[in-house]
């Protein structure tokens, strides 16, 4: 088994035991306590880094030297109207889905 394989079972272990609503900062200390190649330092860790970061990117992680958002997608983002938007096209998409099946 490889690093990059011996660290995505850990991590899909992990995954397994944490409460689906478990924050961020979270994930963060149940990745760092479940480090399973003894020294941080060498190919390696930068395997388990660079898995950790793919795992963490899908709840919300922003890596550092990630290009900055531009000032039209914080506005769009962080907007009640945005909230609005994705919830009609929710409900949109959830209508058409039923209204297609007979």
Not at 40 to 55: D, G, I, N, T
Request: contains cysteine; charged residues 30%; positive net charge.
């Amino acid at each position: 088994m490889s690093w990059r394989e011996e660290a995505r079972r850990v991590i899909a272990e992990l995954h397994r035991d944490l409460p689906s609503d478990a924050s961020l900062g979270e994930r963060r200390r149940a990745l760092d306590d479940a480090y399973p190649f003894g020294l941080r330092q060498f190919y390696p860790y930068k395997v388990w880094l660079s898995e950790r970061r793919a795992y963490l990117c899908k709840f919300g992680y922003i890596p550092k030297g990630a290009p900055p958002m531009s000032p039209m997608e914080r506005m769009m983002t962080n907007t009640p109207a945005h909230d609005d938007l994705a919830r009609a096209g929710d409900a949109m998409a959830m209508e058409k889905a039923s209204a297609d099946r007979p």
